[in-house]
């Protein structure tokens, strides 16, 4: 089975109650019962440094790579466990015209075989 995968913001999210989505964002990782998504989320110290402009996106992507490493070597069954999924949305608070982690972690699941569809806007 592959992977199909979306990705959206929190907001539009919402409207599609019915599907499978995944809050990847900084402030679920910090909730204890946030789950699968902690495992995909990026750090919130540099997702506020880059907020502020004391990171650049090159800076923020090189993190969130040595992150999503660490995670998939430490994690390697819920990457899986997410791969074998039939659909899934991933979702963050961030607009969809802006940079954003969720883009690449779907560059990530491509590589391992995932079907990306787009974006929900």
């Not at 790579?65 to 039939?86: C, I």
């Amino acid at each position: 089975m592959t992977l199909k995968l979306w990705t959206s913001s929190q907001a539009v999210s919402k409207k599609n109650k019915n599907w499978p989505v995944l809050d990847i964002t900084a402030r679920g990782k910090s909730d204890k019962t946030s789950g699968l998504g902690a495992l995909f989320a990026p750090d919130w110290s540099y997702v506020r440094a880059h907020q502020t402009g004391k990171i650049t996106d090159e800076q923020y992507t090189h993190l969130y790579h040595q992150d999503m490493l660490k995670s998939y070597h430490a994690n390697t069954q819920a990457w899986l466990e997410v791969l074998n999924m039939q659909e899934l949305i991933l979702v963050c608070f961030c607009r969809p015209d802006k940079f954003c982690h969720r883009h690449l972690l779907v560059q990530y699941l491509i590589k391992l075989g995932a079907i990306y569809q787009g974006e929900l806007i």
